[in-house]
């Protein structure tokens, strides 16, 4: 396993080169946590595409491609010369509808958690920690 922690702060990007997972879905994950948990916000610059590189151990392709994907994805800025940064969040009214697409990411990886034999207790528990993770042990429902 191969991390990219920034000193003095509760920051980092983990990565598992045995896992099933090509390693350009690990970083953006990683930074897609990062945004989520509130630890880099609107217009923060990430590491350039050569240091996060070498500080994970992974060529700079595999990041560039993370940063390509975060950018296609709307939740980062590209522009060349320039760090990478984060992008403004949504601007709406309320909350967000859950759309059709991550219901069914959802549903399929509960269904495929069964069919590995976990339990349901053990799914709830996995979700139940998630949520826990991004929307922190105090906030209320509805935010």
């Known amino acids: 396993m191969s991390a990219y922690r920034e000193p003095g702060m509760a920051r980092s990007i983990v990565i598992d080169v045995d896992s099933a997972v090509p390693l350009y879905r690990q970083i953006a994950d990683g930074v897609r946590a990062l945004i989520a948990r509130g630890h880099l916000g609107d217009g923060d610059a990430l590491p350039s595409v050569r240091k996060l590189g070498d500080m994970l151990g992974v060529n700079l392709n595999t990041v560039a491609k993370a940063y390509r994907l975060l950018a296609d994805e709307e939740v980062v800025i590209l522009k060349h010369g320039a760090p990478a940064r984060v992008a403004p969040p949504p ?53």
């Open 91 to 143: 601007r709406g009214d309320g909350p967000v509808p859950i759309d059709d697409l991550s219901r069914r990411r959802l549903q399929d990886w509960v269904g495929r958690a069964r069919l590995a034999g976990a339990t349901e207790r053990a799914v709830r528990e996995v979700f139940e920690e998630a949520v826990r993770r991004f929307y922190g042990k105090d906030e209320g429902e509805g935010r």
